[in-house]
């Protein structure tokens, strides 16, 4: 089929129309990988961090309260342990719902010593009502001591995790805005280069006949 005139600068503009999507469509689908990264980030990765300093500080005042009972033997005290208790039981669960993958066996450990702290601290309780406050004690810093220890560990494991996937997609966002940058860039360049080469070249190509008509 013969290319005249108006063929020619139709198949110059459907070029240039094309490499003006696909580099529109790349940066479209970088800018929806970096907000969903972003997104993450936000909604994932920073609450996790929060929840894991929550964490840390109710297992403080879960063993500050501890303490406090096996001096004072007030039953106010005991109510605010349980208390506590349940609100880490609370936020163990909350922090689950919005987690997936590795965060759960952290959820898990931190469950699991949380509910064999309550048993001993309710066997701590029976003990002074049974007026054996010396057991308690011993039990206190024989077992009490050791799972608050290993609790206070794994919330602090947690916010270190926590941490860690902050620090990750924060290089990937970076990483992806510089290949995404430079990726845009390329494909402007080619672009208007390309743009240019045919505009040059079809301009000749119509100029040359109508030099030789004239």
Known sequence: MKLTISRKLLLIYFFMA?????????AII????????????ANRDFSLLNAAKQMTGIILDLQGTEKKYLILKDPSIEA???ERQ???KSLIAKTRSATQGDISKHLDRIAALNRRHGDHF???VDLIRENRLEEAVTLSREKGDALMTDLTQAARTLQKTAEGDIDSRLDRINAEGQKSARTSMFLSTVSLTAGLILAIMITLNISRPLVQLK
């Open 18 to 26: 094309l490499l003006t999507v696909l580099s529109s469509t790349y």
């Open 86 to 88: 349940a609100e880490l």
């Open 122 to 124: 309710r066997r701590e």
């Open 30 to 41: 970088s800018l929806y990988r970096i907000n969903h990264l972003a997104f993450n980030l």
């Open 80 to 82: 605010i342990y349980w």
